[in-house]
């Protein structure tokens, strides 16, 4: 707290006459710094300063000075989805609850505003056939058949497939298959195995240290490239997928197998357990066998009778 008021009440710059003037401080980039103090990403922390320096710039005036009806007409005027909604709010709560611990602001102006009631997600995991297809149809181009392997056989999101290094990947003892540091959000790290099958097309990459996942130019895939190339690809074969959708096909095809829910839940690097239930909400096909069992017995029930005579 006492460093972040030091640095707001020590900002000066000359007038060119030896008088020194008080110069109001970027608060938006002293909450970026806090962030990285805290070892946020550095997508986080893009997204973060995209969106503060949006509504600043609508309201025409520093983000701190902004007062709770600024921010409720600012959240009222959004034409977008609930969900980005929900996100924008989030980011701008964050900057404020900052602003509030360290006592640039007395009250904190977004405590009135209301984060949207987001309806219940379903997943959709790319089908089986489809999958077989995509991953046919990328064997030209090896980096691209082995993102959409991390993403449909490990579970691994773009983001943490283009974090991922030569020395994440421990090989297993027995040379069959490995486990891999996978750097998810917000900085959590989880280990997830690399089946056996899937190993043996990593390690062609394995040839050089750093990324694995690099362009031409040398440099790492940033995540919407990447998505942007998986994209184009599922669409150039006529499949209307994305990538995380082969994300979505990891967690439910684990369930099918009988894998545990919390299982699943370290695998993909959710939170909270109730994330995962929401990935496997279609998880019902296990029971569609015996529920259809239970079913054909109506037929039999309700077949007419011959009638009897009457007494």
Known sequence: ?????????????????????????????????????????????KHRLDNLQRLQAKLGKPLIEATADDLATWQISLRIAPSSVATYTAHV???????????????????????PKLKRRMPRPIPERDL????????????????LLLAGYCGLRCGEITRVTRSDVREDENGKGAYLIVHGK?????????????????????????????????????PNRLTQIASAHLKSIG???TLHTLRHRFATRLADLGADVRDVQAALGHAHLSTTTLYLASNS??????????????????RRQPPRDRI
């Open 93 to 115: 709560r964050a900057f404020f609850h900052w602003a509030q611990i360290n006592e640039l602001v007395r009250v904190d102006p977004t405590i009135h505003l209301v984060t």
């Open 1 to 45: 707290m006492t460093s972040v008021m030091n640095m707001t009440n020590n900002v000066y710059s000359s007038d060119g006459a030896g008088v020194n003037q008080t110069v109001n401080p970027d608060y938006i980039e002293l909450h970026l710094a806090n962030l990285r103090l805290h070892n946020a990403s550095l997508t986080r922390i």
């Open 132 to 147: 077989s297809a995509a991953l046919t149809t990328s064997r030209h181009d090896h980096q691209l058949f082995c993102v």
């Open 285 to 302: 096909r296990r029971s569609t066998s015996s529920v259809d069992k239970l079913g054909r017995g109506l037929t039999a029930m309700v």
């Open 186 to 222: 917000g900085g959590h790290e989880r280990i997830i195995r690399i089946a056996p099958d899937i190993y043996a097309e990593i390690r062609l990459l394995m040839h050089r240290p750093g990324r694995l996942f690099i362009s031409k130019n040398g440099k790492a895939y940033t």
């Open 239 to 241: 499949l209307p997928y």
